[in-house]
């Protein structure tokens, strides 16, 4: 292996960041001369309370085999009945993927015989998928992924092997649970892509409820195809790593192949189409089968189902039922209300889970509707900055997320007013903050000014001046330095008056008198000399 290649697993964000060094007019630097080819099938679970052909629940935690129902278990003579919850969710992800629905699509049973798969077979839509084409757009590279076709199938059962006892133990629970299998064409051209299509994909599936999309809870799984061709050439042969479960590993997978892969060519070897997995101790992708292995799955009609036919007017329904997504609620946040992509972005991704990146998953939910709220009549700008800056940034230092946030849209409205009309400083503002969300209080920020004596200091009084004197006075030194010109000494003084007044003063007004005083005794003191 090229030691260029060799991703461990420390490198991978460094890979990440510099990923745009690595792109230039003559392709990407990594590879030069050579273009990766990377097409992904993604295996989303139905967020359905049952399963996609029983009626036992599609919960996937609980006691090992609780969950199952004599369908799932492949007891003799049991028949399958088609969950219509599952179909519509799947349905609103095509919409949401702009993939046409088939008025006609069908169900195969696609055999293999592995302990987690206790019928023998798979039920899945090998011939006539629930919907096909579409595309996904990747904001920060500017590339649209085709979709090949969105299909239905039956997830496996979960076995675990412990070799030392010489067991394997399954667990049924999962078996029958509903998937959406989303494949898409080979339209990705860098490991970066590969994985903004992955989130991209999780933040839609999330918005529209169609799957919980969490790969470390295996709710999304990837197998990523990769080919590599000397650019300007025609595609490679592809291999296809499969069950990759964090956006992390998919991009070191593709990393390793693109590297084995040129190495081989280089070699002036061919690339032989293999299924491969991926070890992520060493960050390095190894053989599971070869072509000439692959299993003969004897694809057939599944001769217990009927065909399912979806109407127009069904169609139509979902459209309807479908949520606004991300990409359209990013556009009207930066539309109506000026923000910036990068604060639309992080707006989005406050309520998204836990792999949320400021280049990922969007999900629209409780956060842009608060925002929305406290925006309502004011300043958008100074609510986005008050509410990803302070209030979240509060809330994390506690440890507690957005939905704990005790702050009403209401009251973080008027706190921002407060500060705009110049009632209270900004540093106030954060301390009124603080208090609320330390004591829960509902109490009106009126009262809460008065016990807390944060009310903002009349500039006009002698109280400004005063304060200003006396800084000058505490700290002379300090003092001689800004009136020999350095001015960032000033700040130092600035802070002084502001602890004395326990951050009532406005910080500018207070710059603005102690230059005023310190310029003019340096002027005096010239003419003197
Ligand atoms: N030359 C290529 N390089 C990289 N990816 C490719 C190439 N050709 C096809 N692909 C991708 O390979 C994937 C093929 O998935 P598909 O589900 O159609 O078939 P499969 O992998 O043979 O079947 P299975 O579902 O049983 O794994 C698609 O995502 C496609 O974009
Ligand atoms: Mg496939
Ligand atoms: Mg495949």
């Known amino acids: 292996m090229l030691p260029m290649f060799q991703a461990t697993c420390a490198t991978h964000r460094t890979r990440l960041v510099l990923f745009r060094r690595y792109s230039s007019s003559l392709g990407d630097t990594r590879w030069p001369g050579w273009q990766p080819v990377i097409g992904i099938e993604v295996h989303a679970q139905i967020k359905s309370r049952e399963k996609l052909f029983s009626e036992s629940l599609a919960a996937i935690d609980g006691q090992p085999n609780t969950r199952v129902s004599l369908f799932d278990a492949a007891f003799p003579g049991t028949l399958p009945r088609l969950n219509p919850k599952c179909v519509q969710l799947a349905c609103r992800a095509a919409v949401a993927l702009s993939s046409e629905i088939q008025h006609r699509s069908a169900f195969d049973r696609k055999h293999y015989f592995y302990p987690d798969l206790p019928s023998g077979y798979q039920i899945t839509q090998n011939y006539a998928p629930l919907a096909k084409g579409g595309e996904l757009r990747l ?21 675990t092997s412990d070799p030392k006892a010489g067991k394997t133990r399954i667990d049924l629970n999962r078996a029958g649970t509903g998937l959406m299998e989303i494949v898409s064409e080979p339209d990705m051209r860098s490991p970066e892509e590969a994985g903004a299509y992955v989130r ?3 933040g839609l599936l999330r918005c529209v409820g169609a799957s919980d999309g969490n790969m470390d809870e295996g709710s999304l799984r990837c197998d990523v195809n990769v080919s590599v061709s000397r650019v300007g050439e025609g595609f490679g042969t592809r291999c296809e790593v499969k069950n990759l479960n964090s956006v992390r590993f998919l ?3 593709i990393i390793s192949e693109i590297g084995r892969q040129i190495q081989l060519l280089e070699s002036g070897r061919a690339v032989p189409q293999d299924t491969r997995g991926f070890d992520e101790d060493s960050a390095e992708t190894y053989k599971l089968r070869s072509k000439e292995d692959a299993p003969d799955y004897r694809y057939m009609p599944d001769p217990n189902l009927p065909p399912l036919i979806l109407d127009q007017s069904f169609i139509a329904q979902i459209r309807e039922c479908t949520p606004a997504l991300p990409a359209v609620t990013l556009a009207r946040l930066q539309s109506e209300y000026g923000l910036t992509l990068r604060d639309a972005e992080v707006l989005m991704s406050i309520d998204a889970g836990s792999e949320v990146g400021f280049d990922g998953e969007p999900s629209p939910g409780g956060a842009v509707r608060y925002f929305e709220s406290v925006a309502h009549g004011r300043d958008a700008k100074a609510a986005v900055n008050w509410i990803t800056h302070e209030l979240l940034g509060q809330l994390a230092a506690r440890k507690e997320s957005f939905a704990e946030n005790p702050v009403s849209a209401h009251t973080m409205g008027e706190l921002i007013d407060l500060v705009a009309s110049g009632e209270i400083t900004s540093t106030s503002g954060k ?12 109490t009106p920020l009126g009262e809460l000014l008065d016990t807390l004596s944060l009310r903002a200091l009349d500039s ?3 109280t400004l001046p005063g304060l200003c004197e006396a800084a000058i006075a505490a700290l002379p030194s300090e003092a001689d330095a800004v009136r020999k010109g350095n001015e960032r000494v000033l700040m130092k003084i600035i802070g002084w008056v502001m602890r004395q007044s326990g951050g009532r003063v406005d910080a500018k007004k207070a710059a603005e008198l102690l230059k005023e005083r310190l310029r003019g005794e340096n002027g005096g003191s010239a003419k003197d000399a």
């Open 139 to 159: 904001r920060r590279f500017d590339r649209i992924v085709r979709i090949k076709q969105i299909q239905l199938e039956q997830d496996t059962a979960k076995s």
């Open 200 to 202: 991209e994909l999780q």
């Open 251 to 253: 991009q070191s997978a």
């Open 431 to 442: 301390a009124l903050l603080r208090y609320i969300i330390q004591k829960k209080t509902t």
């Open 460 to 462: 006009s009084s002698d």
